[in-house]
């Protein structure tokens, strides 16, 4: 049984950078593919960022492209979520998920192809 457990969120002003951390048990850490979603209030949770296990490949939403980063730290089975140039509109809660599935490029970013899921962390950007 796998376990996500998400750390790092915050208030930040606009312009600010933070890291989300992200600690992944469970099955063989290289085998996961690992995400990050965000839920803003009234709104569905949406895809972020992925990153591939063995090959390490990253996916982004538009949203975030150029702003955010994922990254792997394999020996310690953690995933970082590197945000720079936070807005307003980035604020939600932050959920990191996870699965041993080899997801291609079309299915990376739904929801439902991921087994486990963190409990959330804050993230608010206000001046």
């Known amino acids: 049984q796998g376990q996500v457990v998400e750390s790092g969120g915050g208030l930040v002003q606009p312009g600010d950078s933070l890291r989300l951390s992200c600690a992944a048990s469970?099955?063989?850490?290289?085998?996961?593919?690992m995400g990050w979603f965000r839920q803003a209030p009234g709104k569905e949770r949406e895809f972020v960022a992925a990153?591939?296990?063995?090959?390490?490949?990253?996916f982004y939403a538009d949203s975030v492209k150029g702003r955010f980063s994922i990254s792997r730290d394999n020996a310690k089975n953690m995933v970082y979520l590197q945000m720079n140039s936070l807005k307003p509109e980035d604020s939600a809660v932050y959920y990191c998920?996870?699965?041993?599935?080899?997801?291609?490029?079309?299915?990376?970013?739904?929801?439902?192809?991921?087994?486990?899921w963190g409990q959330g962390t804050q993230v608010t950007v206000s001046s």
């Open positions: 998920a996870a699965t041993t599935q080899t997801l291609i490029a079309s299915t990376i970013r739904q929801m439902g192809q991921y087994d486990y």
């Open positions: 469970g099955a063989p850490y290289t085998r996961y593919t």
């Open positions: 990153i591939r296990g063995t090959l390490g490949n990253t």
